[in-house]
């Protein structure tokens, strides 16, 4: 059940498995969504506490009692563990979240055992990190071993913290890495709670370490960090610019990017209209609109165009927002600058031609609400078909034939994710294969699951979260040459 007011009790950095303040003792605020007020102020971490944090994790990885030698079993008892302290509290984390975050309880409800659903998979993984041996020329006997890279920093989002803490931890930690993470300004409070369990559960000190902060002073003191051999972000795809150069300023370090995206859904006109609402509905207006890979472009065959978008408008504008702690289905955007971006994108809309179905404005006059906002008549030139809105705005463009439909959705700089909606299966797989995206879903959306991997293509980043391909991400290999006697 929800706490409407949860205790916040968690609002300091942890270093070396101790809560401390930060060296300048500086604090920022973390404010409800919902009201825009105030909730607590939290330590606000810079360079020299990136530093403690990275000579704590390097001791944790380099000591004679390493975390990267430990015994697999034991690393897995320990995400074990945690999992299931998480799953004791879910109720409680799940609270802070919507507190901080603005989603509705139920999704985050949803978002805390996905998280412990994926802590339990990485944990099975401990003891299935090993190398090869290869038969090569000559008198040699030669073998692969996969070790840790060592340090690692990882910099969260703020919209789906939890899930993506645990897709972070999950495969650093089974790999035998240590971490320091910092949190989304936005939402420290969950991680910072979840972090707590952590000692609780019997992490060693130093193993896990997060700094809370801002971008440009943690985060760029996490990238730069001459100590730290990897760093992951989500977020978006400038910052994710940024972060490149740095790494490659600092030390090479090896960078794992999961970055925005503008994906495209398609609709045939073989499919039942309402189920064909229903996905694409999801697709975009999941979480706010406040996601990476969602749908924003609904591309729908000329056939059932209007049918389409008459049936769309009705459905955004039965979708229930409000009090996050009630039943339904949307909250407020995470911030007033998400709020005023997403606000402006609707403007840009408007004055671009696109005709306005459904929404259009904002919600209330207190906190960060926006109406679901559904646009038909777009064109692919326009700022709404082209930019990252990371809002509850859909766009609904025509297309006739397959070719011209996949020209058009690889027709822009991200490639995260794609959709497909038919029942012709030849279609889809022509779809799947054609489409720039690094996950196509057929008949589906936003599936995105622990065992599989999840990553983009293009300016929607590199590397993986998810499945066995994220633990790679974690891992050097080296090569072992043995001569043998003649």
Same mark, same amino acid.
Not at 140 to 146: G, H, I
Not at 368 to 388: C, G, H, L, W
Not at 391 to 418: C, D, H, M, W
Not at 433 to 439: C, I, L, W
């Given at each position: 059940?929800?706490?409407?007011?949860?205790?916040?009790?968690?609002?300091?950095?942890?270093?070396?498995?101790?809560?401390?303040?930060?060296?300048?003792?500086?604090?920022?605020?973390?404010?409800?969504?919902?009201?825009? !007020?105030?909730?607590?102020?939290?330590?606000?971490?810079?360079?020299? !506490?990136? !530093?403690?944090?990275?000579?704590?994790?390097?001791?944790?990885?380099?000591?004679?009692?390493?975390?990267?030698?430990?015994?697999?079993?034991?690393?897995?008892?320990?995400?074990?563990?945690?999992?299931?302290l998480?799953?004791?509290?879910?109720?409680?984390?799940a609270?802070?979240?919507?507190?901080?975050?603005?989603?509705?309880?139920?999704?985050?409800?949803?978002?805390?055992?996905?998280?412990?659903?994926?802590?339990?998979?990485?944990?099975?993984?401990?003891?299935?990190?090993?190398?090869?041996?290869?038969?090569?020329?000559?008198p040699?006997?030669?073998?692969?071993?996969?070790?840790?890279?060592?340090?690692?920093?990882?910099?969260?989002?703020?919209?789906?913290?939890?899930?993506?803490?645990?897709?972070?931890?999950?495969?650093?930690l089974?790999?035998?890495?240590?971490?320091?993470?910092?949190?989304?300004?936005?939402?420290?409070?969950?991680?910072?709670?979840i972090?707590?369990?952590?000692?609780?559960?019997?992490?060693?000190?130093?193993?896990?370490?997060?700094?809370n902060?801002?971008?440009p002073?943690?985060g760029?003191?996490?990238?730069?960090?001459?100590?730290?051999?990897?760093?992951?972000?989500?977020?978006?795809?400038?910052?994710?610019?940024?972060?490149?150069?740095?790494?490659?300023k600092?030390?090479?370090?090896?960078?794992?990017?999961?970055?925005?995206?503008?994906?495209?859904?398609?609709?045939?006109?073989?499919?039942?209209?309402?189920?064909?609402?229903?996905?694409?509905?999801?697709?975009?207006?999941?979480?706010?609109?406040?996601?990476?890979?969602?749908a924003?472009?609904?591309?729908?065959?000329?056939?059932?165009?209007?049918?389409?978008?008459?049936?769309?408008?009705?459905?955004?504008?039965?979708?229930?927002?409000?009090?996050?702690?009630?039943?339904?289905?949307?909250?407020?955007?995470?911030?007033?600058?998400?709020?005023?971006?997403?606000?402006?994108?609707i403007?840009?809309?408007?004055?671009?031609?696109?005709?306005?179905?459904?929404?259009?404005?904002?919600?209330?006059?207190?906190?960060?609400?926006?109406?679901?906002?559904?646009?038909?008549?777009?064109?692919?030139?326009?700022?709404?078909?082209?930019?990252?809105?990371?809002?509850?705005?859909?766009?609904?463009?025509?297309?006739?034939?397959?070719?011209?439909?996949?020209?058009?959705?690889?027709?822009?700089?991200?490639?995260?994710?794609?959709?497909?909606?038919?029942?012709?299966?030849?279609?889809?797989?022509?779809?799947?294969?054609?489409?720039?995206?690094?996950?196509?879903?057929?008949?589906?959306?936003?599936?995105?699951?622990?065992?599989?991997?999840?990553?983009?293509?293009?300016?929607?980043?590199?590397?993986? !979260?998810?499945?066995?391909?994220?633990?790679?991400?974690?891992?050097?290999?080296?090569?072992?040459?043995?001569?043998?006697?003649?």
């Amino acid at each position: 059940m929800p706490e409407r007011n949860p205790p916040v009790k968690y609002i300091q950095n942890f270093i070396n498995n101790e809560f401390v303040d930060s060296v300048s003792k500086k604090t920022f605020p973390v404010l409800n969504p919902s009201t825009a !007020d105030k909730i607590c102020a939290v330590a606000e971490g810079d360079k020299e !506490d990136v !530093d403690l944090a990275v000579k704590a994790a390097q001791a944790a990885f380099h000591h004679k009692s390493a975390w990267r030698t430990s015994d697999p079993s034991a690393r897995a008892r320990l995400l074990h563990k945690l999992s299931g302290l998480m799953e004791r509290d879910a109720d409680h984390i799940a609270s802070l979240l919507t507190l901080e975050n603005g989603k509705p309880f139920k999704n985050a409800i949803w978002e805390v055992n996905n998280a412990i659903k994926t802590l339990q998979y990485y944990a099975g993984w401990c003891d299935k990190i090993y190398g090869k041996t290869i038969p090569v020329d000559g008198p040699f006997f030669t073998m692969t071993l996969r070790e840790p890279v060592g340090v690692v920093g990882q910099i969260l989002p703020w919209n789906f913290p939890i899930a993506l803490l645990a897709a972070k931890w999950g495969p650093a930690l089974a790999a035998g890495c240590t971490t320091v993470l910092k949190p989304a300004e936005q939402t420290p409070l969950t991680i910072l709670y979840i972090t707590a369990l952590t000692k609780e559960a019997g992490f060693p000190p130093g193993v896990i370490n997060v700094v809370n902060g801002f971008g440009p002073t943690a985060g760029a003191a996490i990238t730069s960090h001459r100590s730290i051999a990897k760093v992951a972000f989500v977020g978006s795809t400038e910052v994710g610019r940024i972060i490149m150069e740095s790494a490659a300023k600092s030390n090479l370090k090896r960078v794992g990017l999961e970055l925005g995206g503008k994906s495209p859904i398609a609709i045939f006109d073989d499919v039942d209209v309402d189920k064909a609402v229903d996905i694409a509905y999801e697709a975009v207006f999941i979480n706010g609109g406040q996601t990476c890979c969602a749908a924003t472009r609904t591309f729908v065959q000329d056939k059932i165009y209007d049918a389409f978008v008459k049936r769309a408008a009705e459905r955004a504008t039965r979708r229930t927002v409000g009090d996050p702690f009630d039943d339904v289905e949307q909250g407020p955007q995470i911030d007033e600058e998400m709020f005023t971006k997403a606000l402006s994108m609707i403007e840009a809309g408007k004055k671009e031609g696109a005709k306005l179905e459904a929404g259009g404005s904002q919600l209330g006059d207190k906190g960060y609400f926006i109406q679901p906002t559904v646009f038909s008549n777009v064109t692919d030139d326009m700022k709404i078909a082209r930019e990252e809105i990371f809002g509850p705005v859909q766009q609904i463009l025509k297309f006739s034939t397959i070719e011209e439909l996949v020209e058009r959705a690889n027709n822009t700089s991200y490639g995260l994710a794609a959709g497909i909606v038919t029942n012709d299966l030849n279609k889809a797989l022509a779809f799947a294969r054609a489409v720039q995206a690094g996950s196509v879903w057929v008949n589906c959306f936003n599936i995105v699951t622990y065992q599989a991997p999840f990553g983009g293509y293009k300016e929607s980043g590199f590397g993986k !979260d998810m499945g066995e391909e994220a633990i790679e991400d974690y891992l050097n290999i080296k090569t072992v040459t043995i001569a043998l006697s003649q």
